[in-house]
């Protein structure tokens, strides 16, 4: 078990407190997880320290450097030869080739039954849930944005007023209030001179800016970011009927998550562990890649469903285990 403290290699046999006095959040014979692996999904959720993210990225992080279940192809071609050489060990008379078919035949049996559930118990969402509330009894994660904190205009010394001395040139409407503060304390707002608002109308100070800014630029962009759900472009749509005359002429744009965008993306269907999905969460795609893919919808105004592709989804990349 490597220390996050001090990162030293600390010998399980030798306890759950490390030299230094740090002791360690999980027992990896009976959570399958170790600190310094928790440690390594965070970093990778917050591309080491770069960014600010959400439980449901830092969720898409611990999927992504999850063991991943033994092909069931594999396990039934194992299990085709070891009826194969079962029946050879009776035809020649061989006891040993015989039961130790009937073994191998046993070992995947369980492996097709037990390994499949036992990793999809591990990684539910209710059981990633207590490993994290478990990690921050102890320690801080500071980029982690647990809830929207963005209620009240900010500092002067902060950047977020800076954005209307040269002008908004985009509105974007997003489903969640957190994503606000996803977008906003990840700085995308100054770089894409972009006004962004939950469907609630969170933040109320930023909101209330609206009717002097369509009516400074009235054939304004609007883009709509929700999640994959039953109710996710309801949401959005919403707010703009709510808006209907004040966005009479404007240029509206929903690049939400839909259906064919959840097929598309191999991690989705690790992270929902159903084979029909009724809800992924837009920001279940890590920040940094977020980020470009709606940087590349406002640059060819086209929806970013159709640049997912270019998100490369290798569900290995990072290696690892929990073990």
């Known amino acids: 078990m490597i220390c996050p403290s001090c990162s030293r290699n600390h010998k399980y046999r030798d306890g759950m407190t490390c030299a230094c006095g740090y002791h360690f959040v999980f027992n990896p014979k009976i959570d399958r997880l170790t600190d310094g692996k928790f440690q390594t999904v965070i970093k990778q959720a917050s591309k080491n320290d770069t960014y600010f993210f959400t439980k449901n990225q830092l969720y ?3 999927c992504r450097k999850s063991p991943k279940p033994v092909s069931v192809l594999v396990l039934i071609g194992i299990f085709i030869v070891s009826v194969f050489v079962v029946i050879i060990g009776l035809m020649i008379g061989s006891w040993e080739v015989t039961v130790g078919s009937v073994f191998v035949a046993v070992l995947f049996l369980g492996a097709l039954f037990g390994i499949p559930s036992s990793i999809k118990k591990f990684l539910s969402r209710d059981n990633f849930d207590t490993l994290l509330h478990r990690w ?10 647990v809830k929207p904190q963005l209620g009240a205009p900010p500092a002067q010394q902060w950047q977020e007023p800076d954005i209307f001395d040269y002008g908004v040139e985009r509105i974007l409407v997003v489903e969640h209030d957190i994503l606000v503060d ?13 006004l962004i608002i939950s469907a609630n109308g969170y933040p109320t100070y930023l909101a209330q800016r609206l009717p002097e800014l369509v009516k400074k630029n009235k054939n304004i962009s609007i883009f709509l970011l929700h999640d994959f759900s039953p109710t ?3 949401v959005v749509n919403k707010f703009l009927d709510s ?22 993306i191999k991690v989705f269907k690790r992270l ?15 920040y940094a890649y977020l980020a470009l893919l709606f940087s590349g919808s406002i640059s060819k105004g086209i929806p970013f469903s159709h640049l997912l592709l270019e998100w490369l989804e290798d569900d290995g990349d990072d290696g690892g285990s929990y073990g």
């Open 272 to 286: 929902m562990l159903e084979k029909e999905p009724k809800r992924v969460p837009v920001d279940a795609i890590p």
């Open 232 to 234: 996710g472009s309801t």
């Open 243 to 264: 808006h209907k005359e004040l966005f009479k002429n404007a240029r509206i744009l929903d690049v939400g998550l839909f259906q064919e965008d959840v097929k598309k």
């Open 182 to 194: 996803l977008f906003v304390k990840n700085g995308f707002h100054a770089e894409q001179s972009c």
């Open 136 to 145: 921050m009894q102890v320690n801080e994660i500071p980029k982690l944005l």
């Open 60 to 62: 898409t992080a611990f």
